[in-house]
């Protein structure tokens, strides 16, 4: 077998090491699926109407859930990967004879096929709430395109910052950083019901920018504005993950790769 071929079948065995943990332990996974969807519950009906939102909240509400959830999967990939590190798993990998990214391969893919799981558990219960995409399938598609891309951005970020706090305790530490900055977006409320100054953050944030854009192919209010972002927030939607990965990606393989010496 050729060395690429070696390096798929590697990634691959890692993989499936991930999934046969889902399979031991389907009770964290299911807490993985359950809590954004209790996010998306409470806040159509508990806390009410977004805040300047016209319209059907749950309309504007679910793209943006569907948005903070890819975001906030960097939680899980940290806390797997601060696990294996704790464990010296990753260090009996290392000194195997495998591909040098197997494992940040196996994890990666392990964790986008969650998302997806996790995507279709949302869009149904959006669907059970009143929520529904009105401009076709492949519109459709093209939205939960952008969502697995702010994913995979944010995997990659969770894989450097595992690398760099090496204990899943500190996890904790991240969390206090992630909801603020997950909140501070247009998830929940539309940019012109905020001060002038936060409306311009909000508007610029990443996660806004993909939920404005899934929220226009999706066909729901909320998919546009007055503002340069929010008029380009299909641009920035692509552009925000890309730049993401470009600085991220080779930290967090450049870290991994230190971790033998």
């Given at each position: 077998?050729?060395?690429?071929?070696?390096?798929?079948?590697?990634?691959?065995?890692?993989?499936?090491?991930?999934?046969?943990?889902?399979?031991?332990?389907?009770?964290?996974?299911?807490?993985?699926?359950?809590?954004?969807?209790?996010?998306?519950?409470?806040?159509?009906?508990?806390?009410?109407?977004?805040?300047?939102?016209?319209?059907?909240?749950?309309e504007y509400l679910v793209p943006g859930m569907l948005a903070l959830t890819m975001a906030f999967g960097l939680e899980s990939t940290m806390l797997a990967v601060t696990q294996d590190l704790n464990k010296g798993v990753v260090d009996r990998f290392r000194s195997m004879?495998?591909?040098?990214?197997?494992?940040?391969?196996?994890?990666?893919?392990?964790?986008?096929?969650?998302?997806?799981?996790?995507?279709?558990?949302?869009?149904?219960?959006?669907?059970?709430?009143?929520?529904?995409?009105?401009?076709?399938?492949?519109?459709?598609?093209?939205?939960?395109?952008?969502?697995?891309?702010?994913?995979?951005?944010?995997?990659?970020?969770?894989?450097?910052?595992?690398?760099?706090?090496?204990?899943?305790?500190?996890?904790?530490?991240?969390?206090?950083?992630?909801?603020?900055?997950?909140?501070?977006?247009?998830?929940?409320?539309?940019?012109?019901?905020?001060?002038?100054?936060?409306?311009?953050?909000?508007?610029?944030?990443?996660?806004?920018?993909?939920?404005?854009?899934?929220?226009?192919?999706?066909?729901n209010p909320g998919g546009g504005g007055d503002s340069w972002a929010a008029a380009h927030a299909g641009l920035l939607a692509v552009l925000w993950p890309l730049a993401l990965l470009a600085a991220f990606f080779p930290l967090a393989v450049r870290r991994f790769a230190?971790?033998?010496?």
């Amino acid at each position: 077998m050729s060395a690429v071929g070696w390096a798929v079948s590697d990634s691959w065995t890692m993989t499936r090491r991930e999934l046969a943990r889902w399979a031991r332990q389907p009770v964290q996974v299911v807490v993985g699926l359950v809590f954004p969807v209790m996010l998306l519950l409470m806040f159509n009906y508990l806390v009410g109407g977004g805040r300047g939102v016209e319209g059907d909240t749950a309309e504007y509400l679910v793209p943006g859930m569907l948005a903070l959830t890819m975001a906030f999967g960097l939680e899980s990939t940290m806390l797997a990967v601060t696990q294996d590190l704790n464990k010296g798993v990753v260090d009996r990998f290392r000194s195997m004879p495998m591909a040098s990214g197997a494992v940040l391969v196996g994890r990666s893919v392990a964790d986008m096929l969650q998302s997806v799981a996790a995507l279709a558990v949302m869009t149904a219960v959006g669907y059970a709430v009143g929520w529904r995409w009105h401009d076709g399938a492949v519109a459709a598609l093209g939205a939960v395109g952008l969502l697995l891309l702010l994913r995979f951005a944010m995997l990659w970020l969770g894989i450097l910052l595992a690398l760099v706090a090496g204990r899943p305790e500190m996890v904790q530490a991240v969390q206090i950083l992630v909801w603020p900055v997950g909140f501070l977006s247009n998830v929940f409320a539309v940019p012109e019901s905020m001060p002038g100054w936060l409306g311009a953050v909000v508007e610029w944030n990443p996660m806004s920018a993909t939920a404005t854009a899934v929220r226009g192919l999706f066909g729901n209010p909320g998919g546009g504005g007055d503002s340069w972002a929010a008029a380009h927030a299909g641009l920035l939607a692509v552009l925000w993950p890309l730049a993401l990965l470009a600085a991220f990606f080779p930290l967090a393989v450049r870290r991994f790769a230190r971790l033998s010496h």
